[in-house]
């Protein structure tokens, strides 16, 4: 069965970091371009930071650059979100989704999400 899988989040205090990572089990994440987005309570899902299918293109959302670094790591089959400077408004439930290239609209897969609470 062919999924993604997030883990990495958590409650942590403002300014601290965290690491997400989407895993994908029976498909190769290096055939896809990979994306973050988040959805807050009340809030609609926004976007967050897209990585190409080799890797030499990542998009940031405007809130998010210069604290937040996607990688990916082939042999692995993994993604990453390094969040570093967390601030109360990244609080949300974060999801990684699987589509053609960062600016297509269609997911042809998306995890389940994890919640990353920022709050002192």
């Known amino acids: 069965q062919s999924q993604l899988v997030e883990s990495g989040g958590g409650l942590v205090q403002p300014g601290e970091s965290l690491r997400l990572s989407c895993k994908a089990s029976g498909f190769s994440l290096g055939s896809y371009a990979i994306a973050w987005f988040r959805q807050a309570p009340g809030k609609e899902r926004e976007g967050v930071s897209c990585?190409?299918?080799?890797?030499?293109?990542?998009e940031y959302a405007g809130a998010v650059n210069g604290r937040f670094t996607i990688s990916r790591d082939t042999a692995k089959n993994t993604v990453y979100l390094q969040m570093n400077s967390l601030k109360p408004e990244d609080t949300g439930i974060y999801y990684c989704?699987?589509?053609?290239?960062?600016?297509?609209?269609?997911?042809?897969?998306w995890g389940q999400g994890t919640q990353v609470t920022v709050s002192s």
């Open positions: 990585i190409s299918k080799l890797g030499g293109t990542r």
């Open positions: 989704g699987a589509k053609e290239r960062c600016g297509a609209a269609k997911y042809d897969y």
